[in-house]
């Protein structure tokens, strides 16, 4: 299987090569020649493990590992860091089917393929006999920069730096990133938001004097974001595996049709979703949920990609963003590969911040539904869905069921769905206790505070409760010490990324 650019370069690469890159020289994204179709049945997926799952799916786009190479790497990966026995477990709840992802270390779907992402990216410089240091530079809106700093502490031939947006982040989040341990782990706030933060890693990325210089000393950058195909190709997988999932449960028939909402950030765990249907699994609708920054359903609905509107910091953080990064793979698609266009539409969106694509690609957008969800809107259906089903919601996850729940009044489509659950209530427990009706003085006596309550006590009232676990990664939190203090400004990251690696 080779890799060639969403830019229209016809630079074939090997997976080794583009994961150990990232993106592509001609600054676009890598995208398999051909999308494979799935190596088995359904039927012959039924029973297996995800484990199991898991390498079909990636041994089928990364052809170059071997079997050996390839099952250390998901073995590596998928172990007992995850707190769930069967890894994403399927859990019904209300009208959909949760499909929980966030049962990893930092308790977000990123954890899914920044576990394995250190492992295929180690294999891959080993395989291409790569001499210098790897140094991954990410840009989070708060749950990517975590998982990857953990997937990533002292890797050996690896250094990490992120950078998050100084005041987009939840209190658990940050702290889950500043009291990061490894001595190859590096942290900045940013002065700005998450869209900053991604435009400044990638100006870096585009800059060749710089990566001169780097060279220089050895170092090679590379990505962890969503734009590094070694990362969104693990996602394909838990797709695959919930419609294998419903099979056994009896909520599908073998080639029945699965909808699939996603709260949408950067695009990739909903293209993931779309790749799995190109492979063969039966997607229908694929819901794109937004919040209040919607530019996304706009698009879906118009054909019209407009950035050129206000920034909304909202109680979704991770969905924050403007610039969709992973859209760009789903253009290439649909023009059925017409780097030119994509290129165009690209150079439009840096210089005009809008771009509106061809019939065709309209017409391809018909697999998607895009609705958004208000922040308040968001708190209603965490509220409502404890109360009647006992289950609790993150404010993303409630962000895709209020849109689905909006999709079902319009359409009435009754077909099997599947949520993708992004991240625990805990890491936003802040939102999600006063979705719960915790004020801050319930939030006092049930988290044993006398004076200001802290994003942590969120966590332990939100315990109290409600009884669902906290996952460990969250646990005392409060108590680790904060190792990284680093703040930059957009204008001065180049500068924080050679001083991180003097
Ligand atoms: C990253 C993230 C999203 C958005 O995912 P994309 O792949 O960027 O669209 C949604 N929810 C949570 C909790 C996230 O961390």
Known sequence: MKYESTRGSKNLQSSTTAIIRGIAEDKGLYVPASI???????????????????????????????????????????????????????????????????????????????????????????????????????????????????????????????????????????????????????????????????????KIFADSDFAEKLSKMGIKLSSANSINIGRLVPQVAYYVYSYVSLVEK????????????????????????????????????????????????????????????????????????????????????????????????????????????????KDGLKDFYGGFCTESETLDAIGKMWKQEGYLMDTHTAVAYKVYEDYLAATGDDTPTVIASTASAYKFAESVASALGLDENKVRVLSGVSDGVTGFDYVKALEKETSVRVPSGLKNLEEKPVLHKGVCTKENMSDVVLEALK
């Open 36 to 202: 494979p179709r799935l190596p088995l049945t359904i039927d012959k997926m039924k029973g297996m493990t995800y484990q199991q799952i898991a390498y079909q799916v990636l041994h089928t786009y990364f052809d170059e590992y071997t079997d050996e190479e390839m099952q250390k790497c998901i073995d590596g990966a998928y172990d007992s860091k995850f707190e769930a026995e069967s890894v994403v477990p399927v859990i019904k709840a209300g009208k959909a089917w949760f499909l929980e992802l966030y049962h990893g270390k930092t308790a977000a779907f990123k954890d899914m393929a920044l576990s394995i992402l250190p492992y295929l990216m180690t294999t891959a410089c080993k395989k291409e006999g790569e001499q210098s240091k790897i140094c991954i530079l990410t840009a989070t809106s708060g749950d990517t920069g975590k998982a990857a700093l953990e997937g990533f502490a002292d890797v050996e031939g690896t250094e990490i730096i992120v950078f998050y947006p100084k005041n987009g982040v939840s209190q658990v989040q940050e702290r889950q990133m500043v009291s990061q341990e490894g001595a190859n782990t590096h942290v900045y706030a940013i002065e700005g938001n998450f869209d900053d933060a991604q435009t400044g890693v990638k």
């Open 250 to 361: 009896g909520v599908l028939n073998d080639g029945d049709a699965m909808n699939v909402v996603v709260p949408t950030g950067n695009f990739g765990n909903i293209l993931a979703a779309y790749m799995a249907g190109k492979m063969g699994i039966n997607i229908g609708k694929l819901i794109c949920a937004s919040n209040e920054n919607k530019v996304l359903t706009d698009f879906l609905n118009t054909g019209v990609y407009d950035a050129r509107r206000d920034f909304h910091l909202t109680n979704s953080p991770s969905m924050d963003i403007l610039i969709s990064s992973n859209l760009e793979r789903l253009l290439y698609l649909l023009s059925d590969r017409d780097g030119g266009a994509v290129s165009e539409w690209m150079q439009q969106l840096d210089s005009q911040k809008v771009y509106e694509v061809s019939e065709k690609v």
